[in-house]
Structure formats: structure tokens, C-alpha cells
């Protein structure tokens, strides 16, 4: 008894009080950051969602009005992936597996400038340059393919269509699923490629059997944040299309659907009071989707890596 | 001296030993072939090259897996043609790179002069102005942002690192910061504006609004950086500096952070220059205007991405007599090369800090 254990904590100082608290602070800081974008977008966007008739114009009301926004949102992220996820995954390969290790990481550093592009220097490119640029291949396009509802015209004369800025959003959208394709690539267990290698597989074989089998669900989530990515941007939408509220399926004529994101940004400067309510409330849509959809490719992230740890 | 010779390669080949395989040279003979081809043809038929190049491209892709076939079997062939397909596509992203760059710079050059980077837009017509406001604008709401940001970035990530270890509010919080670097930037710029508009009254537009706005993007960048190189500080040192008595926080101040200060600063640098080309949040929030604005917190004030888009959208027109195209779009491509170049040139420093500040640690662990 004369011994007893010293007390188990040592004193607390005042420094180490205030560092603890001040770092528990800014972790408590980020969670109401995000709990208030949804908070104050909500109490903000409440009354758009009730308006007048005479503030939907030329809708009647938010369903109708949000409807085409969300379906052009929908359309121009969907063309995008279509053209980005090929390529993304092909240089993704080619950073990987192909191109010789010393050069493999420079390449994959001029990939990730592709991403430090400002969006709106994208959109500047696509509404001057790319846009002229597609119009031989819209015309093309709708003299050769006009049966498939996509090209059925009539050809635009700007060049500035759902394609252009499709194409646009795709190169946004490389680098950021090129980025986690290549990760997960290499994370594949040297072992199983050497394994295939050793079996006679050419590199291909050795890809198909060893690395895509390992690689399914890390590319699902590397699509799915590019899905993200194309579905929030704003400036590159905005500036490529000039957009009327239409559902169509035609990517190569002057009348377009607007994006969520774009029309926020085309219509915010002459917006009434009424009218803000509107667009953030359908900034909220927008937020909700795209939570979703993030929240989606992080939750099979994270389910792969325990099952990869198994 | 070796004993046995080798075999008779047509013998090997003939005999069923060795699968033929094709020459060494023979990518690049396909690949002249695909390209002379090609050019004939659009030179013949008047394309234009860029039409060339695509069938070019398209005659390598069919041409040398089916040689290939024909000599080596069905799975060299699909082996071929997966490896000309991966360069391909590495090749043809590439192109807007290069092309996108190129624009920018050959038609952003002949925009700049020192009017452009002295004088506003205050009363300018066809030719003048230049972009002072907006790149006063752009340094003072980017600072800003900084400044807000990267004290609760690195605080959060000591967190996760020093004192969550992995409970709930951590986990939350790595959470949270994931789903964060998601937030579309206009939705970023709708929460400020939601925030400004409930204070102020909804006619409101000030620079700090878009502050607020970047910083709620880069967050999550400076985090998810500290974070990953705090990670890296080895774990003896921390020991070390607790079994001298050191209390904690001052073995995090002096000791952990830093060893890692130089990857901190890399991470915020890359932050910044993520944040300085965000346009859409700055439309809704900073409002834009024609004159040169220092006070963050009273009256629009205009940032070089929306200047950008300004420009382009609202291009004005040429006085009569003169042709080409209208003023703002030049005035938009100079600004877009100063956009540019700051931002290469915080990714470079970034770079360049990184290595200089890189701790003297055991790099292989």
C-alpha cells in the first residue's frame, strides 16, 4: 500500500487545452460549414419552390421549371463521360503499364495540368475555338447519321452545341478519373501480374485477367466523380451553350438545354428577389444530386478497401 | 565455348517451336505507311490535315493488329491493338492541351501591354482598359480565402492526425471532407451568397462573399494535403519529444508540423491555385463592375475569371470601319494568359517549395 500507482493523467496544461480544443474547433467548423450550405440553401431556396406563376416563366411551376435544367444537367454529364471515360481509362493504362517508368511520371503530371486550367479559360477555348472547329464534323454528322435521333439536325451554325460543350466537359473530366484509374491500376498485387505474365498472357491478357478484375470498383468510384465534376461545372456550360428550356435528345443544333449550374450563372445578374429564391432553390437539386452521387462512389471506395484488407 | 548452336530461326518458326513474331521496326512501318497513305489521299481530295491525321489514326488502329493476325495469331493481334488503342488515346488527349495552350497564348500575347495590366475598365470603349481591377480583385478575395482557410484546414487535419485517431468525430469528419471536395463551386458560391443575403438583404454583392465561398473549396484540399503529410512524420519523433517531457501541443507546434511544413505548404500553394480560376461563385457573390475596388467588404469587386467571362459574354463591338473580331474577345484571351501564367506559376512554386523544404527523412519508409 505504500506504493500506490501515480494517478493515471498527468496534469493538463493550458496550451494543451486550447491547441486540443482549437483543433477539435475547426473539425467541428467543417462539419457546420456543410451542414449550413444545406441550412441556408434551404432557407433561401424555401420560397422558390412555391412562387408565383408569373416567376417560373416560361414554366408554370418549379417541377416544370427544374425538369429540363435537371435533364440538360443529366444529358451534357452522360455525353461527357461517354467521350471521357474511354480515354481516361486508356492513358490511366498507358501511365501505368505502357509508357516506360521514367517518363511515366512526367506524362502523368502534364495530365494533371489538364486540371489546373481554369474552367473558364475552357469555356473561353470551347465557344471561340473548339466550337468553330466541329462544324465540319456536325455537318458530317447530320448528312450521314441524321436517322439516329443524336445528329438530327439542324446542323448549328455556331458550333456552339450539347456536343461542344460535352467535349469540353470531357477534358475536365479526364484528369480527374485518368487520376484515380491510375492509383488503383498500380495498387494491383504485383504478384497476380506476374503470375499472368509467367502463364504466357501477352500485356493485354495480363491487364484483362489480373488488373481489371482488382481494379472494377476503384473505377466505378473514379467514374462516378467524374460524373460529379461534369454535373456541377458551370462556366464552360454557360459559356459554349445558349440554352432554351427544351428536352431533346439532338446534340448538334442551336437549340440546347441548359444546365442547372449554367443557368444559375447565365440568369443570376438580372435576377429579382423572387427570382434568386428560384435558382437556389434549384442550386439545391443540383447539391443534392451531386452529394449523392459523391457519397455513392466514396461508399464503394470505402467497401473495397475492406474488402481488400480482408 | 558453347556446345550447342542455336536453332535455325525459319526452322524454329516452321516447326511449330517459336511463334513468328513481327519485325522490330514494324509499329513505325505501319505507322509511316498509315501516315503517307493518308496524306496522299487528303492531298488527292482536298481535306483538310486534321481530316488526314484522324484516318491516319484510324488505318494504324485497323492496319497493324491485322498484320499482326495474319503473321502472329489471333492474341498477339488483340495484344497490338490494346496497345495502339492506350497510345492513342494518350495521344489524342494530349491535343486540347496543346491546342487550348497554344490559343491561349499566340492570341493572349498580342492582347497585353502595360495598359492592360495598369488601367480598369472604367469607360473603355473599343480599345483600352486592361484588367487592374480584376487582378487587384482576384489577390485580395483569393487572400482572403486563404487566410480563412488554411488555419481551419491545418487545425482540422492536426485533428485527425493528433487527436481523433480514428473515433467518431474523426471519421465523420474524414467523411465530410471527402463528400466536400465534390461540392459543385457554384453551390459554393449560392451557400455564401444564401449566408450574405439572411445578414444583409438580398441586394447584397461584396468581395468577402466570394472569399467565403473559396474557401469552403479549398478546405478540403488543405485538409486532405496536412493530413497525408502529417501522416509521414514518423512516429519516433513524437515519442522522442514526449519522453523529454515536452507537453503535447508543443511537441505538434515544434516538432511535428515542422518536419511537415514543407508538404503544408506545397498542399495550400496547389489549394490556391485551384481556387484563383474559380469563376462561377465570384459571378453570383462578387458581383463584377468597371472600376478598382479595394475594400473586400463594401461593393462589388471584380476577380480575372469573371473579367474572363465578362468579356466573352458581353464582347461590345468594333467602331464602324474597323473588321475582325469584336474587342472584348481579345481583352478576354489576354486576361485568360494572365490567368494562366499565375496559376503555372503557383503549381511550379508549389513544386519548387516542396523540394526545398522536403524533410531529411528516410524517404523509402
Known amino acids: ?310 | 565455348m558453347s556446345t550447342t548452336t542455336p536453332l535455325e530461326r525459319d526452322f524454329a518458326v516452321s516447326a511449330g517451336l517459336v511463334q513468328p513474331k513481327l519485325p522490330r521496326g514494324a509499329g513505325l512501318l505501319v505507322a509511316v505507311l498509315a501516315l503517307g497513305v493518308s496524306g496522299l489521299l487528303a492531298l488527292l481530295l482536298g481535306w483538310n490535315p486534321v481530316g488526314g491525321l484522324v484516318l491516319a489514326a484510324v488505318l494504324f488502329v485497323i492496319g497493324f493488329p491485322l498484320w499482326s493476325a495474319l503473321l502472329e495469331g489471333r492474341r498477339s493481334a488483340v495484344d497490338r491493338l490494346a496497345t495502339s488503342l492506350v497510345c492513342l488515346a494518350f495521344g489524342v488527349v494530349l491535343v486540347p492541351l496543346v491546342w487550348l495552350i497554344w490559343m491561349v497564348v499566340s492570341k493572349g500575347l498580342s492582347a497585353i501591354s502595360i495598359q492592360f495590366l495598369t488601367y480598369d475598365m472604367r469607360g473603355a470603349l473599343a480599345h483600352g482598359g486592361g484588367i487592374y481591377h480584376a487582378l487587384i480583385g482576384t489577390l485580395l478575395v483569393t487572400l482572403a480565402a486563404t487566410i480563412i482557410s488554411v488555419p481551419i484546414g491545418i487545425f482540422a487535419a492536426i485533428y485527425l492526425v493528433e487527436y481523433g485517431k480514428g473515433n467518431r468525430l474523426a471519421r465523420v469528419t474524414t467523411f465530410l471532407v471527402d463528400v466536400m471536395t465534390g461540392i459543385p463551386s457554384i453551390v459554393a458560391g449560392l451557400f455564401a451568397l444564401a449566408l450574405l443575403v439572411l445578414i444583409f438583404g438580398p441586394a447584397i454583392r461584396i468581395g468577402f462573399g466570394g472569399s467565403i465561398a473559396l474557401s469552403l473549396l479549398m478546405i478540403p484540399t488543405v485538409v486532405r494535403s496536412t493530413e497525408e503529410m502529417l501522416r509521414l512524420v514518423p512516429s519516433d519523433l513524437r515519442e522522442a519529444s514526449y519522453a523529454l517531457g515536452v507537453p503535447k501541443w508543443r511537441t505538434i507546434s515544434k516538432m511535428v508540423v515542422p518536419t511537415a511544413i514543407g508538404g503544408i505548404v506545397t498542399g495550400v500553394v496547389l489549394a490556391i491555385s485551384r481556387v484563383i480560376g474559380e469563376t462561377a461563385p465570384l459571378l453570383i457573390v462578387a458581383g463584377n463592375t468597371d472600376s478598382l475596388n479595394w475594400n473586400l467588404f463594401n461593393g462589388r469587386m471584380m476577380t480575372l475569371p469573371v473579367y474572363i467571362f465578362q468579356q466573352y459574354s458581353s464582347p461590345g463591338v468594333l467602331p464602324a470601319g474597323e473588321v475582325g473580331d469584336p474587342p472584348g474577345y481579345a481583352r478576354a484571351w489576354g486576361a485568360a494568359l494572365v490567368l494562366i501564367v499565375i496559376v503555372m506559376l503557383l503549381n511550379l512554386g508549389a513544386r519548387i517549395i516542396g523540394k526545398i523544404f522536403a524533410p531529411p527523412t528516410d524517404r523509402r519508409r
Open chain 1, 1 to 310: 500500500m505504500s506504493v500506490s500507482a501515480p494517478s493515471v493523467k498527468p496534469p493538463r496544461r493550458v496550451g494543451d487545452r486550447l491547441f486540443a480544443g482549437a483543433a477539435q474547433g475547426a473539425a467541428l467548423i467543417i462539419m457546420l460549414a456543410l451542414a449550413g450550405v444545406f441550412v441556408f440553401l434551404f432557407i433561401e431556396g424555401l420560397p422558390g419552390l412555391h412562387a408565383d406563376e408569373r416567376i417560373y416563366q416560361p414554366a408554370t411551376n418549379f417541377a416544370s421549371y427544374v425538369g429540363p435544367l435537371v435533364y440538360g444537367t443529366v444529358l451534357a454529364a452522360v455525353v461527357a463521360l461517354v467521350i471521357a471515360v474511354p480515354f481516361a481509362i486508356g492513358v490511366a493504362l498507358f501511365i501505368s503499364h505502357y509508357a516506360p517508368p521514367r517518363i511515366a511520371a512526367p506524362i502523368a503530371y502534364v495530365i494533371d495540368l489538364l486540371a489546373a486550367v481554369p474552367s473558364v479559360v475552357y469555356g473561353l477555348w470551347g465557344g471561340l475555338a473548339l466550337g468553330q472547329a466541329t462544324k465540319p464534323v456536325i455537318n458530317w454528322l447530320y448528312d450521314n447519321l441524321d436517322f439516329i435521333p443524336f445528329f438530327a439536325g439542324p446542323p448549328s451554325v455556331t458550333g456552339r452545341t450539347m456536343l461542344t460543350a460535352g467535349i469540353v466537359l470531357a477534358i475536365m473530366v479526364v484528369p480527374i478519373t485518368t487520376a484515380i484509374s491510375r492509383e488503383v491500376f498500380a495498387q494491383t498485387p504485383r504478384l497476380h501480374e506476374e503470375a499472368a505474365m509467367a502463364l504466357g498472357a501477352t500485356r493485354w491478357e495480363t491487364i484483362r485477367l489480373a488488373v481489371f478484375p482488382y481494379a472494377k470498383s476503384g473505377l466505378v468510384s473514379a467514374v462516378m466523380l467524374g460524373l460529379g465534376r461534369a454535373l456541377g461545372e458551370t462556366m464552360a456550360v454557360a459559356m459554349v451553350l445558349s440554352a432554351t428550356p427544351i428536352v431533346t435528345l439532338n446534340l448538334i443544333s442551336d437549340t440546347n438545354p441548359a444546365t442547372i449550374a449554367s443557368n444559375i450563372a447565365s440568369n443570376y445578374k438580372e435576377a429579382s428577389p423572387d427570382r434568386q429564391a428560384v435558382l437556389i432553390a434549384t442550386g439545391l437539386v443540383l447539391f443534392a444530386v451531386t452529394f449523392a452521387v459523391n457519397f455513392l462512389a466514396r461508399l464503394v471506395v470505402a467497401r473495397s478497401e475492406r474488402g481488400v484488407t480482408r
